[in-house]
């Protein structure tokens, strides 16, 4: 069935270090890939997202690109801030079923530390 | 700005009681989803529904769970009787359709004595 696979946590780093969170899926289909993030006590919500293969996702910094020939959907960032702490959770969906389901990966915990 | 609401925020019950979860979804957005998240299990698609319709609900234990939509403004999701292994957070997104992205709740942590 389709899954979504992350990296475990938790992930600490130091302020400006770099930020590499591996996602992996497997999809019957022709997914959109997302990244949400979690602070804690709230909900999730959408980081970034890409809708079909080499599509690079962007935001707040954070970069994501859909590998259809890795299956992967790798998070990034250049230089990670003590606010960038929280729990991130890849996802697809099949949108082109028209089903919006999404299928979550278990979440990565990031801790950043001054 | 526009956010789904849902409440209680926090609710502390007894085993066998009957909980119900309520959700404001955001104006405009069609497509209403049920989610929970516990340590163990992470986060779990419990029901949706489409234009107030219910579309999957192979998520959610059917002898004690139950998700409506009374109305356009109003999801809900009972538990009739609750049990200690219900204890979680339960979200509430909601989307617009085909607009490929959903948006949470806050969320009601439900912890079952």
């Known amino acids: 069935g389709d899954s979504v696979t992350q990296m475990e946590g938790p992930v600490t780093l130091s302020e400006e270090a770099f930020l590499t969170i591996n996602c992996t899926y497997t999809a019957t289909g022709y997914p959109s890939l997302f990244w949400y993030v979690q602070y804690p006590g709230e909900g999730l919500q959408l980081l970034l997202k890409?809708?079909?293969?080499?599509d690079k996702g962007s935001n707040k910094g954070f970069e994501a690109t859909y590998r259809k020939e890795t299956t992967s959907f790798h998070l990034e960032k250049g230089s990670v801030q003590v606010s960038d702490s929280a729990v991130y959770f890849c996802?697809?969906?099949?949108?082109?079923?028209?089903?919006?389901?999404?299928?979550f990966g278990q979440g990565t915990t990031l801790q950043v530390k001054p | 700005d526009a956010r789904v609401t849902q409440t209680p925020r926090h609710k502390v019950t007894e085993m066998g009681q009957e909980v119900t979860m309520r959700c404001q979804p955001i104006l405009g957005h069609n497509t209403v989803f049920w989610y929970r998240q516990t340590m163990m299990q992470g986060l779990e698609l419990l029901a949706y529904?489409?234009?107030?319709?219910?579309?999957?609900d192979s998520g959610m234990p059917k002898d004690r769970f139950s998700a409506e939509m009374p109305d356009a403004t109003l999801a809900t999701l009972k538990i009739q009787p609750s049990e200690p292994r219900d204890s979680a957070v339960y979200f509430c997104?909601?989307?617009?359709?085909?607009?490929?992205?959903?948006?949470f709740g806050p969320g009601t942590r439900l912890t079952v004595l």
């Open positions: 997104a909601s989307e617009r359709d085909n607009y490929n992205e959903q948006f």
């Open positions: 890409a809708t079909k293969a080499d």
């Open positions: 996802a697809l969906s099949l949108y082109a079923s028209n089903t919006g389901k999404l299928i």
């Open positions: 529904f489409r234009n107030r319709a219910p579309l999957d």
